[in-house]
């Protein structure tokens, strides 16, 4: 089955800095790779996807970026604020998804 | 536009017993997931169905099992409860779109259930 490793576990950064977290994963049939922020007591939000074909999407602040050869995939956060604190998960699969365990993201003031 | 919701909140059991979580999609999607969320790991895939029926079940024993109704909501039942059973157990719904990935998954909030 699908194996997802994401890096770092956790992520402290200044606010006005950017955040990268980074996800791989195995099965190479993956086509759908979502990115999504939980806040505490808050289920899971979608806040940007990416499909098999095409490598970069921008949404604000917010990019992902895609290396199917690789087999990994990005979360990029510019210009960091601290409601941006939350827990992130990256998810990937072909049929069902498989998540990555999470990085908790620390943005101090 | 009201998002997915889920009931209870909060289920405390003992082992043993059984639990029944509840959701309701959001208006219009008619496939709804279950996952479960132990304390530090990620979301583990349960459950998927669609038009009322199960696409697709993640690597859980027979004694996690649901359904979907005719309105679309689904209800998660678990047998004989465990103490491993203990997580966030979350629910998320989507516009019919096949397989992972053919539409947006769209999360509640969850029902945490507490074995004693």
């Known amino acids: 089955g699908e194996n997802v490793e994401q890096h770092p576990s956790t992520l402290s950064v200044q606010e006005g800095d950017s955040a990268v977290i980074k996800c791989t994963y195995s099965?190479?049939?993956?086509?759908?790779f979502p990115w999504y922020k939980q806040e505490l007591g808050k289920g899971p939000q979608l806040i940007i996807d990416i499909r098999s074909n095409v490598g970069e999407k921008k949404d604000q602040r917010i990019a992902v970026t895609l290396n199917k050869t690789a087999k990994h995939f990005s979360l990029h956060i510019t210009e960091t604020q601290p409601e941006d604190s939350a827990v992130y998960f990256c998810?990937?699969?072909?049929?069902?998804?498989?998540f990555g365990r999470g990085t908790s993201l620390i943005v101090h003031p | 536009e009201a998002g997915v919701t889920q009931s209870p909140t909060h289920l405390i059991k003992t082992r043993g017993q059984q639990a029944t979580l509840r959701c309701s999609p959001i208006s219009g999607h008619t496939s709804v997931y279950w996952y479960q969320q132990a304390l530090g790991l990620g979301l583990q895939f349960l459950l998927w169905?669609?038009?009322?029926?199960?696409?697709n079940r993640g690597n859980f024993p027979p004694r996690f099992s649901g359904r979907q109704f005719p309105n679309y909501s689904s209800e998660l039942n678990v047998n004989a409860l465990e103490l491993e059973d203990s997580a966030l157990y979350l629910c998320a719904s989507s516009l019919e779109g096949g397989n992972w990935g053919g539409q947006p998954q769209h999360f509640g909030d969850g029902t945490r259930l507490s074995i004693l």
């Open positions: 169905y669609d038009e009322g029926e199960e696409r």
């Open positions: 998810a990937s699969g072909s049929y069902i998804p498989t």
């Open positions: 099965d190479s049939a993956s086509n759908y």
